[in-house]
Nanobody, 117 residues
Framework: QVQFVESGGGLVQPGGSLRLSCAAS????????MGWSRQASGKQRELVASLTSGGSTYYVDSVKGRFTISRDNAKNTVYLQMATLKPEDTAVYYC???????????WGKGTLVTVSS
C-alpha cells in the first residue's frame, strides 16, 4: 500500500504561482512513476503531468511551458510548480503513483487550487 500527503493548494490570482507537493509513504512507496491529475467541477479527471524514476516526463498541452514537475526520489516526493496560472486551472489536483511500468495507480485525496481575482 501507498499513502500520499499532499500540500500546497490554495487561492491564487490569475498570473500567479503555486507549488504542490506530494510525499509518498508505505510498504510499496518506491514508485516508478509519480504525477498529478486534476478534476474541475463538472469535468472528467485529466492527467496533468507525470515523471518516471528515469526522468521521462509528460505534460498535457494546456500546461506546457507553465507547469514543471520534479521529484526527489530519496524523499519519495513529487512536486508540481505551477506558474502563470489561469482561471481554467482551477480544479482539485490529485497526486498519484505507480510502483511499476504497469499496474494499479495509488491516489492521494486531492488538494484544491482556485485561480480567481
Amino acid at each position: 500500500q501507498v499513502q500520499f500527503v499532499e500540500s500546497g493548494g490554495g487561492l491564487v490570482q490569475p498570473g500567479g504561482s503555486l507549488r504542490l507537493s506530494c510525499a509518498a509513504s508505505g510498504s510499496n512507496s518506491r514508485l516508478y512513476i509519480m504525477g498529478w491529475s486534476r478534476q474541475a467541477s463538472g469535468k472528467q479527471r485529466e492527467l496533468v503531468a507525470s515523471l518516471t524514476s528515469g526522468g521521462s516526463t509528460y505534460y498535457v498541452d494546456s500546461v506546457k511551458g507553465r507547469f514543471t514537475i520534479s521529484r526527489d526520489n530519496a524523499k519519495n516526493t513529487v512536486y508540481l510548480q505551477m506558474a502563470t496560472l489561469k482561471p481554467e486551472d482551477t480544479a482539485v489536483y490529485y497526486c498519484f503513483g505507480r510502483p511499476g511500468l504497469v499496474g494499479v495507480n495509488y491516489w492521494g485525496k486531492g488538494t484544491l487550487v482556485t485561480v480567481s481575482s
